[in-house]
């Protein structure tokens, strides 16, 4: 471990003590000014709320390091956290404290469609500058491949180190090429929902996504992403995804 790990590794604790002890004045000095904190339930907002594994005791995180950007996922047995931590000149600074849950109730689902423009090909945001541009010509492409079922022009748009939380699946990058296999075989309709929001921060070859996305028929989700670039290409290297559980159930048209 290097000293730049550790030094993430120690503010990545130190938060997590914070916020389990309910410390929020301890817990302010590694939040990030653009904070934000989605519970198990799907509600978002700029304060830390009760954490869903506690202080993670015990728990041995997930932890992927970037110039200025990091993921640490930790978990225990159906419930999981993604942390993405960015790097300013105070030091390490926790931008997303994203829950995930696969114990409550499953949201309404019927399956969805062939294709769809939004996001593959067209979406409700504009990118400020060409890394954002770069960055979400690569995410598109990777959901024109998702529609497509075509696994490995997925798997050029996806970090190695990729994980992806959801209310129904855990998958590194291995078992979500097997599922778009599958998806492929039994000719399985697998547009993805489309997006209604999102805000984007950049830091240095890191790009970090949150945003809600709707399903064809169901509650909408809150969203989190990380994107890397590695030899000149980005790479979506963590998602997790939440259904707002408060949500009306809605029918796109």
């Keep these: 471990m290097n000293a730049a790990t550790d030094d993430l590794l120690s503010a990545d604790r130190a938060l997590v003590g914070a916020v389990a002890k309910g410390d929020a004045a301890a817990a302010a000095s590694f939040i990030d000014a653009e904070f934000t904190w989605i519970d198990a339930h799907g509600r978002a907002g700029k304060r830390v709320g009760k954490p869903l594994l506690g202080d993670e005791s015990g728990l041995s995180p997930i932890v992927h390091r970037y110039e200025q950007a990091a993921s640490v996922v930790a978990e225990r047995s159906k419930l999981f956290v993604l942390r993405i931590w960015i790097k300013r000149a105070a030091g390490w600074r926790c931008l997303v404290w994203h829950e995930v849950s696969q114990e409550l109730p499953a949201a309404p689902h019927v399956p ?3 294709d769809h423009d ?46 992806v939380l959801g209310p129904t699946r855990r998958h590194t990058k291995a078992d979500r090429k097997a599922v778009l296999e599958e998806q492929k075989r039994k000719d399985t309709p697998s547009a993805p929902s489309p997006l209604i929001w999102a805000k984007l921060h950049g830091v240095n070859d890191a790009i970090v996504m ?13 969203v989190s992403r990380l994107f890397i670039k590695r030899d000149g290409r980005w790479l979506m290297a963590a998602s997790a995804q939440t259904t707002e559980q408060d949500a009306p159930i809605k029918t796109i048209d």
């Design 210 to 222: 949150r945003c809600q996305h709707q399903p064809f028929h169901g509650k909408a989700a809150q």
């Design 118 to 163: 939004n996001p593959a090909r067209v979406i409700p945001y504009e990118p400020r500058d060409q890394h954002e541009r770069d960055a979400l010509a690569s995410w598109q492409r990777l959901e024109q491949a998702v529609i497509a079922h075509d696994a490995e022009t997925w798997a050029n748009h996806v970090a190695d180190e990729f994980l």
């Design 112 to 114: 969805t469609r062939r």
